[in-house]
């Protein structure tokens, strides 16, 4: 089956302790997003790829990185990990930008715990 | 901006009652409309999609109208299950700047139904 797949499901890291999440697509989509929640709340869109194209949204903390080395694959970088990062890190991805009755799907997501 | 607003929860029904989730919206634009259920620690997952005024998505026995005279875009069950059990996220995905669809969503539904 097609799917967004999110490794590891679960990450402990350390107060400060660089930390790295996976994503990986087999839809073939141009766009991955990531997007952060916290417990009770709405996800939060932190930025997007289309295609090779890096889109950040306008209050991301500079802490939180991303890269898109193929279309497959993309990654989240928390340079410095504080304890309100705890959170669960979302993927997800869409075939186009541009088109209105596109669909995200969703990815499993990764728990981060900091400690 | 745009805006979702859900019906405050946690709603809890006993099983094969009729669930209704409210949601309203706010456009600039055109948008697209969704409903995502979010089981416990997991990912967001398509329940349902209607992309023009008057159209109905259905999956799973739950069905939702998009209603643009009233912008809004009700979830409805007509007999609840145990594994219903979840948290429910109404969406829209409309232009934002740049030439990009994004989605925005309600703080979510708690959903829990009691045998």
């Known amino acids: 089956d097609a799917m967004v797949i999110q490794n590891p499901r679960y990450q402990v890291t350390q107060f400060g302790k660089p930390v790295t999440l996976s994503c990986s697509q087999t839809l073939n989509h141009n766009v991955m997003y990531w997007y952060q929640q916290k417990s009770s709340q709405a996800p939060k869109l932190l930025f997007h790829y289309y295609d090779k194209d890096f889109n950040n949204e306008a209050d991301t903390p500079d802490n939180f990185q991303s890269r898109r080395p193929n279309t497959s694959f993309c990654f989240l970088d928390i340079r410095s990990p504080g304890l309100g990062d705890a959170a669960m890190y979302l993927c997800?991805?869409?075939?186009?930008?541009?088109?209105?009755?596109?669909?995200?799907?969703f990815g499993p997501g990764t728990r981060l715990t900091v400690l | 901006g745009d805006s979702v607003t859900q019906m405050e929860g946690p709603v809890t029904l006993s099983e094969e009652a009729f669930l209704t989730i409210n949601c309203t919206y706010t456009?600039?634009?055109?948008?697209?409309l969704f409903w995502y259920v979010q089981y416990p620690g997991e990912g967001l997952q398509l329940l349902l999609k209607a992309t023009k005024a008057d159209d109905k998505g259905s999956n799973k026995g739950f069905e939702a109208t998009y209603r643009k005279e009233t912008t809004s875009f009700h979830l409805e069950k007509g007999s609840v299950q145990v594994s219903d059990s979840a948290v429910y996220f109404c969406?829209?995905?409309?232009?934002?700047?740049?030439?990009?669809?994004?989605?925005?969503f309600g703080k979510g539904t708690k959903l829990s139904v009691i045998p």
């Open positions: 997800a991805t869409s075939r186009d930008l541009q088109v209105r009755t596109d669909t995200q799907y």
């Open positions: 969406a829209l995905s409309d232009l934002r700047g740049a030439g990009s669809y994004q989605l925005t």
């Open positions: 456009a600039t634009g055109y948008p697209s």
